[in-house]
């Protein structure tokens, strides 16, 4: 009798052993059910970096509600497959080979319900931040008052990342009678400037500047400056 109802008991713990992993798992599974489908807008990565070759990359959007996508800034080297999605999608990223220096695009994502969110990709190149050249030969150039052209200099290896280098004038007057530095453009050889001729007889000078910000090809890594000047001294008329 006593043998019997240990058997009992044991038979009884059994069963409630059971059912106590039964209901745990079924919570469980309906946590993970949950979590994947109530999302209003999340990926499974915000930051990726690309290799520096021609590719494709797959982008998981998980969201609750439809949902449309776009560059941030207009760029001519990364397509995506798709502009808009239902709920939980997949996007395609493709990006072109860079010959150059690291470059960064940004994927901006807005739901329905307007919940907004940005994926930021950085593809590798070629060129290293640390082997990049932008140098203008001529740092300092002085030119009489009738010239209106000047022809620089310019070493550089960022032929192909010209349209992202950025210039600066500034001038050495705080309120200058005009911006007498008219245009600034530059290809891979030379830096070419506009100017107008100088009316007065007193010599006015400024700083052209050019600039290239380069992101770094690792999660949180900061971004790099390239930078070069030259200044200008325009004598006055005699």
């Given at each position: 009798m006593k043998q019997f109802t240990i058997m009992i008991r044991r038979k009884y713990l059994y069963h409630s052993l059971l059912l106590i992993i039964s209901t745990f798992s079924f919570i469980l599974t309906s946590c993970e059910k949950d979590f994947e489908w109530e999302l209003p807008l999340a990926f499974t990565q915000k930051n990726l970096i690309?290799?520096?070759?021609?590719?494709?990359?797959?982008?998981?959007?998980?969201?609750?509600?439809?949902?449309?996508?776009h560059f941030v800034e207009k760029v001519d080297w990364a397509s995506i497959d798709r502009l808009s999605g239902k709920e939980n999608s997949e996007i395609i990223f493709s990006y072109a080979a860079n010959y150059g220096v690291n470059r960064k695009v940004q994927l901006a994502f807005e739901t329905e319900e307007h919940l907004r969110d940005t994926i930021t990709l950085v593809q590798s190149g070629e060129i290293s931040s640390s082997d990049a050249r932008l140098i203008i030969n001529e740092q300092t150039v002085e030119t009489p008052a009738s010239t209106t052209t000047l022809d620089l200099e310019l070493d550089t290896n960022l032929k192909y990342d010209l349209y992202r280098i950025k210039y600066l004038v500034t001038y050495s007057s705080?309120?200058?009678?005009e911006n007498w530095i008219e245009e600034v453009s530059y290809d891979s050889e030379k830096l070419h400037i506009k100017l107008a001729a100088?009316?007065?007889?007193?010599?006015?000078?400024?700083?052209?500047?050019?600039?290239?910000?380069?992101?770094?090809?690792?999660i949180?890594?900061?971004q790099k400056v390239v930078t070069t000047s030259t200044t200008i001294t325009q004598l006055g008329k005699e």
């Open positions: 690309l290799s520096s070759g021609t590719g494709t990359t797959h982008i998981l959007v998980y969201a609750t509600k439809n949902w449309n996508a705080e309120n200058p009678e100088n009316p007065t007889y007193e010599p006015r000078s400024a700083q052209v500047r050019l600039a290239i910000s380069i992101p770094a090809n690792t949180n890594g900061g």
